[in-house]
């Protein structure tokens, strides 16, 4: 590891260290930071399962009506729950965030000369394994929430007696909760932490697992939203850790692998647990399970450490200085910062002040606004063509009963697509494989608006440029949200993350909105819109963009010119 250890200072720089001895154990772990009240923290979980459990007797009533809750009232214990949840977030909240302003006036007697970063020439060991499959995990609970919505929409139609257009209303709820959250969590990972802004979403997870025992529509409508905040909110947080931890040399294939296998893990736990378990309970299973899968986060934050870059710029250089202790196999080199190991960052005892404005000036606006582009246009594609295709592919020919083999089929040959944007993000090139499938995206969506215009009636071009939608849209939420942790720096990255990610939410919304209103209905002028933004972006990120394979996160930001 790159470090410059406090034993290596000249005397006198410490020579008063007594308060920070004492507020070593206390404050910092092998992690990089423990809780700020432990006690407060576990009390405040205890009391959000309390009250997610207070309504099971509700949700056990029901198996004497088919698991029927609807029209049921609210129990005395289920009121109480409910009250007993958001008192235990609060709790939970308090003893989890550190008071990172403390931390650094204990820690006074550690600033000196340090100048470190991040060793990105080591190997990958088996502290980096265990993040690896951790952070797996957290995405793959993460994914499966919002994938739920399509198994759980028939039943709670079927329950609620509403139609499904109006049923559908709450995959609208959950993707405006997606876009907030990926913007509120990405501030308070950059703000406190990015371990604390993921087991804060898995406290959610629990918390909003009471949807399972609503007697209301209404009420599910809000716990869905809540839900959406914490499900959107973690997944760029899980990118944003990982990018700060992972060496240089394999961070770029690990990040955009762990968006492939976690999407698909969380897509095979959805289907798999409404396969088995909604036969026997009722949709509102799916629901209850955020009580154990978020149980599963919080049981394995003991091996969720904090970023030690966001502990160095944090001021907090003993704790940075443990977890990379950890991730180098206690083994630290020094090793100056000089014109071959350009950017390494350097002690901020007062933190630079942030912002989302931040993003959109200097030298990172064009990159964003690029980023953006991409992500609003990535969610119309994806949340509005995509979902309105098997309509609009009777229009070119194919049988309706033909339309859902025909996108299986297209599907199946897609998934192949993410080992090669794998190998192309870690062997050629990050910005230009990310341009590229933008670009396949853009060639794909125009090839709908031929055959529409044409009236052109080909099945084998129809599953042609079917499968290549598929392939390249893939691939472009694949690279997106990675892309956006590598660029932007340790006191943005988080906020930076989550903008982006709440972008292709956004444009998801804007998808939806359009569908209602029958926007898609116009196939060849809808692919000829959409084909627009995603062409633009594509330009712009081909202009701004900047290489990150292989380049240490410092170097990627010297190169910035910040």
């Known amino acids: 590891m790159i470090l410059v250890d406090v034993a290596t200072q000249p005397r006198g720089v410490c020579d008063n260290p007594r308060s920070v001895r004492s507020a070593i154990p206390r404050m910092s772990s092998s992690n990089g930071l423990s809780f700020h009240h432990p006690v407060a923290f576990w009390f405040g979980c205890a009391l959000i399962v309390a009250g997610v459990l207070a309504h099971m007797p509700m949700f056990m009533m029901g198996q004497h009506t088919h698991w ?19 008192v235990g977030l609060a709790f939970a909240a308090y003893g989890l965030m550190p008071r990172l302003s403390q931390m650094r006036t204990a820690m006074a ?25 951790v952070l797996v995990v957290a995405l793959a609970v993460d994914v499966m929430k919002p994938a739920t919505l399509g198994f759980v929409v028939p039943g709670m139609s079927a329950e609620y007696g509403m139609s499904k257009p109006s049923a559908s209303f709450l995959a609208l709820v959950a993707l405006t909760g997606t876009t907030v959250g990926s ?8 703000l406190f932490g990015r371990r604390a802004a993921i087991l804060l979403a898995a406290l959610m997870f629990i918390g909003t ?56 893990a969380g897509y095979l736990l959805a289907s ?67 014109a071959s190991h350009p950017g390494a960052p350097r002690l901020h005892v007062t933190p630079e002040a942030t912002g989302v404005r931040e993003l959109m000036r200097g030298r990172h606006a064009s990159i964003s606004w690029g980023l953006l582009t991409c992500g609003v246009a990535w969610g119309l594609a994806n949340f509005g063509f995509l979902l309105w295709l098997p309509v609009n592919l009777t229009e070119l020919g194919v049988d309706p009963k033909a339309a859902s083999t025909l ?23 990050s910005y230009k494989s990310l341009v590229l499938f933008i670009g396949l995206t853009t060639l794909s969506l125009l090839a709908f608006w031929v055959m529409g215009a044409l009236k052109m009636r080909s099945e084998v071009a129809t ?16 690279m997106l949200i990675p892309y956006a942790a590598e660029i932007y720096p340790v006191r943005l990255r988080g906020t930076g993350s989550g903008l982006i990610a709440a972008s292709s939410k956004f444009g998801g919304i804007v998808g939806a909105a359009l569908g209602v209103m029958g926007f898609f209905t116009h196939f060849a002028t809808s692919a000829l819109l959409i084909a627009l933004p995603m062409a633009i972006s594509g330009v712009m990120l081909w202009r701004s963009g900047v290489e990150t394979r292989g380049r240490r996160l410092e170097e990627i930001q010297a190169l910035l010119g910040h």
């Not at 913007?183 to 950059?190: K, T």
């Not at 599953?463 to 694949?478: E, K, Q, R, W």
């Open 68 to 86: 029927q809750m609807v029209g049921m009232p609210m129990t005395t214990e289920m009121w109480l729950g409910m009250a007993a949840i958001p």
């Open 463 to 478: 599953v042609v440029a079917t499968a290549s939608l598929l392939i390249s849209i893939s691939g472009v939420i694949a």
């Open 407 to 429: 996108l299986a089929k297209s599907a199946v040959l897609a998934l192949p697509g993410i080992s090669v944007v794998i190998w192309l993000y870690h062997h050629w090139s």
């Open 109 to 133: 007697g550690d600033n000196g000369q340090l100048q470190f970063h991040v060793a990105d020439s080591v190997q990958l060991n088996i502290e980096h394994w265990k993040l690896v499959a």
């Open 183 to 190: 913007v509120v969590w990405g501030r308070v990972a950059d």
């Open 209 to 264: 697992s009471i949807c399972g025992a609503m007697p209301t529509f209404e009420w599910n409508l809000a716990m869905c939203f809540l839900m959406g905040a914490s499900a959107g909110g973690l997944l760029p947080i899980t990118f944003t850790l990982m990018a700060e931890s992972i060496p240089a040399a394999h961070r770029g294939w690990l990040l955009v692998a762990l968006g492939g296998i976690g999407t698909s």
């Open 272 to 338: 798999g647990a409404a396969a088995t378990l909604e036969p026997m309970f009722s949709w509102r299973i799916l629901w209850l399970l955020g009580l154990p899968t978020g149980g599963i986060i919080l049981l394995l934050s003991r091996f969720i450490p904090e970023s030690p870059r966001f502990l160095y710029n944090a001021g907090l250089a003993h704790q940075a200085r443990a977890v990379l202790r950890k991730f180098s196999g206690g083994v630290l080199d020094v090793e100056p910062e000089d």
